[in-house]
């Protein structure tokens, strides 16, 4: 078997993680012509995905435009809107005035000049975000991310989209089988047919028989059935770490359809936990991410229920749907012919929205670097496993961030995690009282997070340098002014020429968007 030639992949599970898989690798490797490889996606017709509103990473675009989708398509038939980043209230100090943001623009100047040093010695008062990114106040304007004659998928602010995750499924599994040729199986799968040396040989479902393939990909959810449960491959528990396990999660109208779309996720901490608020064009999408051993389920509902009320919402709501998670990851994600992506690889609370940015790394790299027989896949998975390891930590390590900084005392959950630190994450702010995140803590290719990203949250939460050490560097960062006033021009610009999420997107709607 060691020869056998890889050219059929098959898909256990559908929704956003099984159907980028299968549009990415069909795409990329011609499923659609006799000498290309083929892609099976096999999905249950009686399991439904999750649902709730997504966020993605600027990545996406790219993964969109790869497969050939058309971003206006997109956007009208998945509800999507624009995402330039995040906001986070009440992190700090719990107060009403107190918020910050995480852009998806890179701080103007960045890498060129010290920018984290001559905010902390000569501009303290001002947000660290909003003076060195024009992105916070295009958020807090309402604007879109490019104009009407901007083409699919370029930009003139950097963005991702919020969407509903029920119609993405729906809208890339048509555009999978209509225009790449993968082959769609809705049934379900009864038993795991195994060759002799334990790879698996084919997927035994109801109605269509057996199923057979080169390599299988485990996207079937929390379940896990291929790489969890057939091969036992066991899932690390991080919820000495994280720990958020439970959340409710809600739609509610807007009160008039012409309301403002916001820009970015909303993040709005609570007494043991998080509220999330994601704004689409029909609707938002509004869910508390909480620690089920702070804080019983009725009391994690009425602080939805009040959130919603204070943020414009009506005061009678649909009841919540109560989602549960084990958080961790796998010990490893490709074993022998089997490899997972999506949930069936782990679940972290969703405050950063790396769900979607691991799944498109995951399928990035499977695509890339294919096997061509069944030898090479054993150092493929060896490569795979490797960088995945170190994704999966990293994207610990980053949100947890979130958690440690906070000044907030005024719960067990707020203390307790401000008392468990990873020692990598715990290293590493001991180096950033000297010094700001650069490129050399994050060293590998496609980093999930990038240094950028760390000093946004490390200075927006008011951590920083020792004070002298800051004085001492802020003397040689002079250069670092011009970059400041770089970014206020580029405010002054864009507020002036980019129209509001809602005009563009129904501009969108109507018109579509210029192609290259």
């Known amino acids: 078997m060691t020869s056998t030639a890889i050219r059929h992949i098959v898909i256990l599970g559908g929704g956003s993680a099984g159907w980028l898989t299968a549009g990415v690798i069909a795409a990329e490797h011609r499923a659609n012509s006799v000498t290309g490889i083929k892609v099976t996606v096999i999905e249950s017709p009686d399991v439904a995905p999750i649902g709730v509103g997504e966020g993605t990473w600027p990545t996406m675009r790219d993964t969109l435009r790869k497969i ?28 009403d005035a107190d918020y910050y943001f995480h852009p998806f623009v890179l701080p103007q100047g960045y ?78 799968v009864d038993a795991i047919a195994s060759h002799d040396n334990g790879d698996i040989a084919a997927l035994q479902t109801r109605a269509h028989g057996a199923v057979s393939g080169d390599l299988f990909i485990d996207c079937s959810g929390m379940r896990s059935m291929l790489l969890g449960q057939h091969y036992g491959v066991p899932l690390l528990p991080q ?83 109560k989602l549960t998670f084990e958080p961790g990851y796998r010990s490893h994600f490709w074993h022998r012919n089997c490899v997972a992506i999506g949930l069936s690889a782990g679940f972290i609370e969703p405050l950063e929205a ?53 000044q907030r005392r005024d719960s067990d959950y707020w203390r307790d995690n401000c008392s468990r630190v990873p020692e990598r994450l715990a290293e590493l702010l001991t180096l950033w009282r000297h010094r700001a995140p650069s490129r050399h803590d994050f060293y590998r290719i496609e980093e999930v997070f990038p240094s950028a990203s760390y000093q946004y949250i490390l200075y927006g939460m008011g951590a920083g340098m020792e004070p002298e050490q800051a004085l001492r560097q802020a003397e040689y960062a002079g250069s ?37």
């Open 239 to 321: 919820k000495h770490v994280l720990f958020n396990d439970s959340a409710l999660a809600v739609q509610i109208p807007y009160a008039n359809d012409n309301d403002p779309i916001a820009s970015q996720t909303t993040s709005t901490a609570q007494s043991s936990g998080w509220i999330w608020d994601i704004g689409l064009p029909t609707r938002r999408g509004i869910g508390h991410v909480y620690s089920g051993a702070h804080i019983s389920d009725d009391d994690a509902e009425r602080e939805l229920r009040a959130y919603i009320r204070a943020n414009g919402g009506p005061e009678d709501i649909a009841t919540p749907r």
């Open 68 to 95: 050939g989708v058309s971003e206006a398509s997109f956007l009208r038939e998945c509800d999507a809107s624009f995402k330039q980043g995040s906001r986070f209230n009440r992190w700090v100090t719990g107060g």
């Open 354 to 406: 790396s769900a979607l940015a691991l799944v498109e790394l995951s399928v990035a790299m499977i695509s890339e670097d294919m096997p061509a027989t069944r030898a090479a896949m054993d150092i493929s998975a060896r490569r795979f496993n490797d960088a995945f390891t170190y994704r999966w930590e990293r994207v610990i390590d980053f949100l947890k961030l979130h958690y440690v900084l906070s």
């Open 480 to 516: 670092a002014d011009g970059c400041f006033r770089e970014a206020a021009d580029l405010t002054r610009k864009m507020l002036a020429a980019l129209p509001d999420n809602r005009t563009l997107l129904a501009h969108i709607a109507h018109h579509g968007l210029p192609r290259i």
């Open 111 to 188: 890498g060129d000049a010290d920018l984290a040093a001559r905010w902390q010695a000569r501009h303290r008062g001002v947000p660290f975000a909003d003076l060195v990114s024009f992105q916070p106040h295009l958020c807090v304007n309402g604007r879109a991310p490019k104009q009407a004659s901007t083409p699919e998928y370029a930009a003139v602010a950097n963005y991702g989209y919020h969407l509903d995750a029920g119609k993405f499924g729906v809208f890339l599994r048509r555009h999978c089988v209509e225009q790449l040729g993968v082959t769609y199986i809705a049934d379900h």
